[in-house]
């Protein structure tokens, strides 16, 4: 039995050496090693022995066994990295080519405007609420003072998802949400998101685009401190030489109403941004009107505020002088890339 082994041996080993072929290695080990090889025919014959002989003749063979197994797997070792080395040299990769290089993404032209936007509220001591995007003709419309068949809801083209409920014109109905939700005590606040108006699509205007609203709500709040935080806002946003003018205006869900104008980059020589008036549109604002007061759980005898809305595309569009609004929403990346 100690010859057969040795003779096994053998020629295992040197028919393992002989394998110059990854592919042959499975059958190999098969033949020697597999649960119908050769080493377990002869495990089998340990049966024949006498009491003594066998255990010192089963671990001989158990010793081979490693043996062979050891052997198999330098031999699968070698053969592998000899089939790779070929590879190499036949498709010739060359490793000095320099890799793609991979383009991280960034933020959207929207999102840094909406960032900075927030910063600077927050360093006035505004807090960011957020509201519903989708809206009912209730919150849209009539707790902001504007009853059904008001002819000031034609200032606001809508997208009406059944008779009661819209994608939300402004940002506007968040006050009454804000209001509810804090009411009765003092309220500072901005209000972004994304507004939607049943809109020809134009280089100047967008069916889809985001408001900032700001509200405030307090004891002997006034049209000044409105101004005031509107003109921090403007030169902190776009530098401190910038002047800012309010004009009348209305809106039924403040009184009274403005329109706030900043001074354009043009410094009043008039360019095209501007229209050559040297004057650029910011924000619609008023002091909450004391109906939509009432509607958010405020007395107005006690409480006042202001509320403005200013659109987000639009001032990046002027600041960056991009002459089409519709980049925003293109997802063309040479335009992205830019910002
Ligand atoms: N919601 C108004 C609009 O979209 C803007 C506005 C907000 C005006 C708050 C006054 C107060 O046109």
């Known amino acids: 039995m100690k010859e057969q082994l040795n003779s096994l041996r053998a020629k295992g080993i040197s028919e393992l050496n002989a394998l110059n072929n990854a592919d042959q290695l499975p059958e190999w080990y098969h033949r020697y090693l597999g649960r119908k090889g050769e080493l377990t ?17 089963g671990k001989v063979i158990n010793e081979f066994k490693q043996e062979l197994q050891v052997s198999f797997e330098q031999r699968q070792q070698t053969l592998r990295e000899n089939k790779l080395n070929q590879e190499l040299e036949i498709d010739d990769l060359d490793v000095t080519l320099p890799g793609r290089p991979c383009t991280t993404g960034h933020l959207h032209l929207t999102t840094q405007t909406l960032r900075r936007i927030y ?15 989708v809206e009912t003709d209730e919150y849209n419309f009539q707790l902001l003072n504007i009853p059904e068949y008001h002819p000031a809801r034609d200032m606001w083209d809508t997208f009406w998802v059944d008779d009661e409920v819209v994608l939300r014109t402004h940002t506007s109905p968040g006050q009454i949400w804000a209001m509810r939700e804090y009411a009765p005590e003092p309220i500072r606040v901005i209000l972004p998101g994304k507004c939607y108006r049943y809109e020809q699509i134009t280089p100047r205007s967008e069916h889809q685009f985001y408001q900032v609203e700001g509200l405030t709500i307090g004891k002997n709040i006034r049209l000044t401190d409105l101004i005031g935080v509107m003109s921090e806002f403007a030169h902190k946003m776009y530098g401190a030489e910038r002047k800012v003018r309010i004009r009348g205006s ?12 900043m001074s354009c980059s043009c410094e009043e020589n008039g360019c095209r941004l501007c229209k050559y008036t040297g004057w650029l549109e910011v924000a619609g604002a008023g002091m909450v009107h004391p109906v939509v007061l009432r509607n958010g759980g405020y007395d107005p005898d006690e409480w006042s505020g202001f509320a403005f809305g200013m659109g987000v595309e639009r001032p990046a569009l002027l600041k960056h002088s991009i002459n089409d609004i519709r980049y925003f929403y293109g997802n063309d990346l040479r335009f992205l890339q830019q910002f």
């Open 41 to 57: 025919s002869l495990l089998k014959q340990l049966g024949t022995l006498s009491a003594e002989e066998r255990p010192v003749m």
């Open 119 to 133: 910063q600077i509220f927050q360093e006035m001591g505004f807090q960011v609420y957020e509201a519903p995007e």
């Open 250 to 261: 209305y809106f039924p869900f403040t009184e009274p109403s403005i329109e706030i104008d």
